[in-house]
């Protein structure tokens, strides 16, 4: 049984940073890539950013430039470093992980507030 956990959400005004971790119970190089979602309410889960195997990332149009996404496989941790956060990246975020043929390893997820 796999575990994600996320930790490093809160409250922050606009413009400030925030970086959100995803402990995962066994080796990140077991899954194919890692990604964190968000989900703002009343709106449908969205991918946010991906970080596969080889090291390849993606990310949402409306955070490059501002998120990273990146990994430390001696933790076996994942990260999302959010700088310039806005108020429309309020939402809960969670960390997904993927190996071959699914990616149903989910975290329980972490509250982002970003308010004025």
């Known amino acids: 049984q796999v575990q994600l956990v996320e930790s490093g959400g809160g409250l922050v005004q606009p413009g400030e940073s925030l970086r959100l971790s995803c402990a995962a119970s066994r080796n990140i190089y077991s899954f194919n890539g890692m990604s964190w979602y968000r989900q703002a309410p009343g709106k449908e889960r969205e991918l946010v950013a991906t970080l596969t195997i080889g090291g390849v990332t993606k990310y949402l149009d409306s955070v490059k430039g501002r998120f990273t996404i990146s990994r430390d496989s001696a933790k076996n941790t994942v990260y999302l470093q959010m700088n310039g956060l806005k108020p429309e990246d309020t939402a809960v975020y969670y960390c997904?992980?993927?190996?071959?043929?699914?990616?149903?390893?989910w975290g329980q997820g972490t509250q982002v507030t970003v308010s004025s």
């Open positions: 997904n992980a993927c190996q071959t043929g699914s990616c149903a390893y």
